[in-house]
């Protein structure tokens, strides 16, 4: 099965730090996605990446950036995290077919305080 | 924009149907379902193609009106293992992302 790993299950961070959120798939999938998940609102995507250095904004990129290196790693970066930014984040892959459905990781909750 | 789910909630007993829907306001190339247990992953159920293709849970099944832009996942004979929030993501062209729903909660009885 596709495991896709997120470093944290939970992080508290204080107004103003960088943050870095860590997500892991071992399946070879072209495509990674981060999500915010918040009660009532559903998923909102933040960014994507179709490639190794490639990235495209979702509907919410404001205060927040990726980074893809490597394949199988796609990194956001919460730049000065702000107590807006507390929520459930999740990462999620995909193949890059018309089945493609989303393998989502276990999600990390961030608290900024 | 996000599509709209309704209903947002609802509580089954065992044994009993529901029926989950999803509407667009723009035209789509797919309709995705995922349930998401509390404190769990959403995982994958359906996946619907504009033309009719479908593929996913062979104990669950879902409709796609293209014309309409609409999604209805039916949920027969529900066990308490149906329980969760259900999401509908949308993709509007193929190798598009998906934009989730709102998600409806389900809650199954004894």
């Known amino acids: 099965d596709v495991k896709v790993t997120q470093s944290s299950r939970y992080l508290v961070k204080r107004t103003g730090e960088k943050v870095f959120l860590e997500c892991v798939q071992d399946?070879?999938?072209?495509?990674m996605f981060w999500y915010r998940q918040d009660p009532g609102l559903g998923l909102r995507l933040i960014y994507f990446?179709?490639?190794?250095?490639?990235?495209e904004k979702g509907d919410i990129p404001e205060g927040y950036s990726v980074s893809r290196e490597k394949k199988e790693r796609f990194s956001l970066i919460l730049e000065s995290a702000s107590t807006n930014q507390t929520s459930m984040y999740l990462c999620?892959?995909?193949?890059?077919?018309?089945?493609?459905?989303?393998?989502f990781g276990s999600g990390t909750r961030l608290t900024v305080v | 924009q996000q599509p709209v789910q309704s209903p947002q909630a609802v509580i089954l007993r065992e044994g009993e149907d529901a029926v989950i829907n999803c509407s667009s306001s723009k035209a789509l190339y797919s309709v995705h379902w995922y349930r998401q247990k509390h404190g769990e992953a959403p995982v994958f159920l359906m996946i619907l193609l504009k033309g009719g293709e479908q593929k996913g849970h062979d104990k669950i099944s879902a409709s796609f009106n293209e014309k309409k832009q609409q999604s209805s996942l039916y949920l027969t004979a529900s066990q308490l293992s149906y329980s969760g929030t259900y999401f509908c993501g949308t993709e509007g062209n193929a190798g598009n992302m998906l934009t989730f729903g709102g998600g409806t909660r389900l809650m199954v009885k004894p």
């Open positions: 399946m070879d999938h072209e495509n």
């Open positions: 999620a892959s995909s193949l890059v077919t018309k089945w493609g459905g989303y393998t």
């Open positions: 990446s179709y490639d190794v250095k490639m990235k």
